[in-house]
């Protein structure tokens, strides 16, 4: 099951699981990519209802086409729409032409226009579903791809010196933010940001933790963000002393 993702490029959406495991879907269409039949907005309550794990522009990403189909039926239950007929559903899709989707959603299935959802029978539902998901490009083009892209392994260890942690860091950013399919992008990257590390090691060597006045109201005051800081600043004093 996936927990998190989010757009490389428009093309390209990724996907990471609970171990850390990195997936690219890439090809068909974006209702595929995003496993969003109805392109459900990413702010509607339902898609975080629905276990969504990101966005892609206005649309939620989910974990699964299960959970986007969930996800098109909880949306169309809201009030506004469950209540209202198919004209409603079709000013949400087509603003300046509503007529136009209603057509070619009854060329696709036969529903009444004046009937409102919330008297649709299950097969009627079923089948308003269907026709939505096709309208919204939910189809399979034959050229779909998701893909386990090659893990950089590795964790820091008690005892690895600051050029091990530097370059393990340097990794994991180009295992994140790098098109994989690009050898001397990550190459380039990883250098730059091994610098990056290099340079925010010194710095850390000489940071003093500020131990605010109690009786004093300003920035550092707040317990979480202290405890927060400690735990950093030890962690890397400890790397950057040996």
């Given at each position: 099951?996936?927990?998190?993702?989010?757009?490389?490029?428009?093309?390209?959406?990724?996907y990471?699981?609970?171990?850390?495991n990195?997936?690219?879907?890439?090809?068909?269409?974006?209702?595929?990519?995003?496993?969003?039949?109805?392109?459900?907005?990413?702010?509607?309550?339902v898609?975080?209802?629905n276990?969504?794990?990101?966005?892609?522009?206005?649309?939620?990403?989910?974990?699964?086409?299960?959970?986007?189909?969930?996800?098109?039926?909880?949306?169309?239950?809201?009030?506004?729409?469950?209540?209202?007929?198919?004209?409603?559903?079709?000013?949400?899709?087509?603003?300046?032409?509503?007529?136009?989707?209603?057509?070619?959603?009854n060329?696709l299935?036969d529903?009444?226009?004046n009937?409102?959802l919330k008297?649709y029978?299950k097969?009627?539902?079923?089948?308003?579903?269907?026709?939505?998901?096709?309208?919204?490009h939910?189809?399979?083009?034959?050229?779909?791809?998701?893909?386990?892209?090659?893990?950089?392994?590795?964790?820091?260890?008690?005892?690895?010196?600051?050029?091990?942690?530097?370059?393990?860091?340097?990794?994991?950013?180009?295992?994140?933010?790098?098109?994989?399919?690009n050898?001397?992008?990550?190459e380039?990257?990883?250098?730059?940001?091994?610098?990056?590390?290099?340079?925010?090691?010194?710095?850390?060597?000489?940071?003093?933790?500020?131990?605010?006045?109690?009786?004093?109201r300003?920035?550092f005051?707040?317990?979480?963000?202290?405890?927060?800081?400690?735990?950093?600043?030890?962690?890397?004093?400890?790397?950057a002393?040996?």
């Open positions: 099951m996936f927990i998190l993702a989010y757009p490389e490029d428009t093309e390209h959406i990724a990471f699981d609970a171990s850390g990195k997936y690219i879907a890439k090809g068909g269409t974006l209702a595929w990519r995003i496993n969003n039949p109805g392109l459900v907005q990413s702010h509607s309550h898609a975080k209802q276990a969504s794990i990101g966005a892609c522009g206005p649309y939620a990403i989910f974990p699964s086409p299960e959970n986007g189909h969930q996800s098109l039926s909880s949306w169309l239950r809201l009030k506004k729409y469950f209540n209202g007929t198919l004209r409603v559903v079709a000013q949400h899709y087509q603003p300046y032409d509503p007529e136009g989707f209603i057509l070619k959603l060329a299935a529903l009444s226009l009937k409102k008297s029978s097969y009627d539902w079923q089948l308003l579903l269907q026709s939505i998901a096709k309208l919204c939910f189809e399979a083009l034959g050229n779909e791809d998701l893909s386990l892209l090659p893990r950089i392994n590795g964790k820091i260890e008690n005892g690895q010196d600051q050029e091990d942690v530097i370059q393990l860091l340097a990794y994991r950013d180009a295992e994140l933010h790098v098109n994989p399919f050898p001397a992008a990550i380039n990257y990883i250098k730059q940001r091994m610098n990056f590390y290099k340079e925010a090691f010194e710095i850390i060597k000489n940071v003093t933790v500020l131990d605010p006045d109690a009786f004093m300003h920035g005051d707040n317990k979480c963000y202290q405890t927060v800081l400690h735990s950093i600043v030890k962690k890397f004093q400890q790397q002393d040996q």
